[in-house]
């Protein structure tokens, strides 16, 4: 099974709007991490934001926010006020606990096309 | 703080020709992946090393990619000989995190990448 599914292949959105990029996740263990990285076409990995398994309230990053929902295993990142800079590929990434070594897993990610 | 360093940041040779991609992670970290990256999809684990031991070579093609890390600082990753299927984008990444340890917030910091064309 995939430990982490990024549904949305291509996801376009109006400059100054907000936009929903989904990823859920499996895994058995109950300590782990979830992140969000963006990766313009220049390619550089840039890690946007963490998420606790065990972290009650939803993470926030300036414009970026994590909707976790634990029960249905989903981590959807929200960016707000979208900006033409925010045109990228987005993956979604877990790591889980310490027995399994800190192993990173990633999504096949969502290309985000902000529109002017 | 500095970086993880890559080197080169793009290479283009032929098939069954042999290339080799440096990496210097940032100071202090303790462990260090190589990802393939192939256009169009996530990054895909190749190495991970605890210092300079292995801790999962599990999906690396050890019969034509090779990786070292000498001295638990810098590391080699080599292919010989290349296929026409290895065309990929090679991330260098480390983190504080210790094999064994909860690492949680530990971030995964990446490279600028070593862009492979094999023609």
């Known amino acids: 099974a995939q430990k982490i599914t990024q549904t949305q292949p291509g996801m376009f959105v109006q400059e100054k709007e907000a936009v929903t990029l989904d990823c859920t996740y499996d895994?058995?263990?109950?300590?782990?991490?979830l992140f969000w990285y963006k990766q313009p076409s220049s390619g550089e990995m840039i890690f946007l934001i963490y998420?606790?398994?065990?972290?009650?309230q939803n993470a926030t990053e300036g414009r970026y926010s994590l909707n976790f929902q634990k029960a249905r295993k989903s981590a959807n990142l929200v960016i707000s006020a979208s900006q033409l800079g925010d045109s990228a590929m987005y993956f979604c990434?877990?790591?889980?606990?310490?027995?399994?070594?800190?192993?990173?897993?990633f999504g096949t990610g969502t290309s985000l096309t902000v529109i002017p | 703080e500095a970086g993880v360093a890559q080197s080169p940041r793009y290479k283009i040779i032929e098939k069954r020709q042999s290339v080799a991609f440096w990496c210097n992670p940032i100071?202090?970290?303790?462990?260090l992946y190589w990802y393939q990256q192939i256009l169009g999809q996530g990054p895909k684990l190749l190495i991970q090393?605890?210092?300079?031991?292995?801790?999962?070579d599990s999906q690396l093609p050890k019969d034509r990619f090779s990786a070292e890390r000498l001295k638990g600082v810098d590391s080699t990753l080599k292919i010989q000989p290349a296929k026409l299927e290895d065309s990929a984008v090679y991330l260098c990444?480390?983190?504080?995190?210790?094999?064994?340890?909860?690492?949680?917030?530990?971030?995964?910091?990446f490279g600028a990448g070593s862009r492979l064309t094999v023609l």
């Open positions: 990444a480390s983190s504080l995190a210790r094999y064994g340890t909860y690492s949680g917030a530990n971030v995964l910091t």
């Open positions: 895994t058995s263990d109950q300590s782990y991490g």
């Open positions: 998420q606790g398994s065990y972290d009650e």
């Open positions: 990434a877990m790591r889980e606990g310490p027995g399994t070594g800190n192993q990173f897993y």
């Open positions: 100071s202090g970290h303790a462990t």
């Open positions: 090393f605890q210092n300079n031991g292995v801790v999962d």
